[in-house]
């Protein structure tokens, strides 16, 4: 099974880049690395998804090493507003469908 | 459109009472999820459906069952309530389950059992 390690919490100072590791040593070949982020007691939301190539959006940046054994969410910029439990998830297939199994999450707590 | 509804938001129950909460989606998506997280913990699946008429045991099953009636909606039902199953049930959904799409989660149930 594709297990997730990250670290129980971080903080950020405000307008800095928050870089958020993630191991995923066992993860396979063809399993996306994504990351997900909640805020309170409100549902995850997704911020990004990759296999193998860095991706970017309008949210974040996702690194992913070559092995892709890690990878790394930066958010660029924090804000007050990026105080959330991050979760970097693990798929795991089963006859052909993914099961969605979160981590323990880092809290990153961006500071004024 | 609502997205993903969970009902109800907020419910009591007294230990070995039964309860069903409900999930709803019009997303038009085949994957279905139930997760559970307890105060100051990560999310854990519970069940999930990868398409109409089939389910599948996540990683804390026990002292669950779930139903997935059709496209749109997968519930999950409380047989004889336990304290440890306090905690907040999500839902979500994705399209095809298939590892490139992204979940989508309801506001969340929050069960406790006294």
């Known amino acids: 099974d594709a297990k997730t390690t990250q670290p129980t919490s971080m903080d950020c100072a405000e307008g800095r880049a928050a870089n958020l590791p993630c191991n995923h040593s066992t993860i396979s070949g063809n399993e996306y690395v994504y990351w997900y982020r909640q805020i309170h007691s409100q549902g995850p939301q997704y911020i990004i998804h990759g296999l193998k190539n860095n991706e970017t959006n309008e949210m974040a940046s996702l690194i992913i090493t070559e092995d892709r054994k890690s990878s790394t969410l930066i958010l660029p910029h924090a804000t007050l507003r990026d105080t959330a439990v991050y979760y970097c998830?693990?798929?795991?297939?089963?006859?052909?469908?993914?099961?969605?199994?979160f981590g323990t999450g880092t809290r990153l707590k961006v500071l004024a | 459109n609502a997205g993903v509804t969970q009902t109800p938001k907020f419910q009591v129950l007294k230990t070995g009472q039964s309860m069903t909460l409900q999930c709803a989606q019009d997303?038009?998506?085949?994957?279905m999820y139930w997760y559970r997280q307890d105060p100051g913990m990560g999310l854990r699946l519970i069940y999930y459906s990868a398409s109409e008429g089939t389910t599948d045991k996540g990683e804390v099953p026990n002292g669950y069952n779930v139903s997935r009636l059709n496209k749109r909606e997968f519930s999950l039902r409380l047989e004889s309530a336990a304290p440890s199953q306090t905690s907040v049930y999500f839902c979500a959904t994705t399209t095809t389950g298939l590892g490139n799409e992204k979940l989508f989660f309801g506001s969340g149930t929050q069960l406790s059992v006294l």
């Open positions: 997303m038009n998506h085949n994957s």
């Open positions: 998830i693990a798929l795991l297939t089963t006859s052909g469908t993914y099961k969605y199994i």
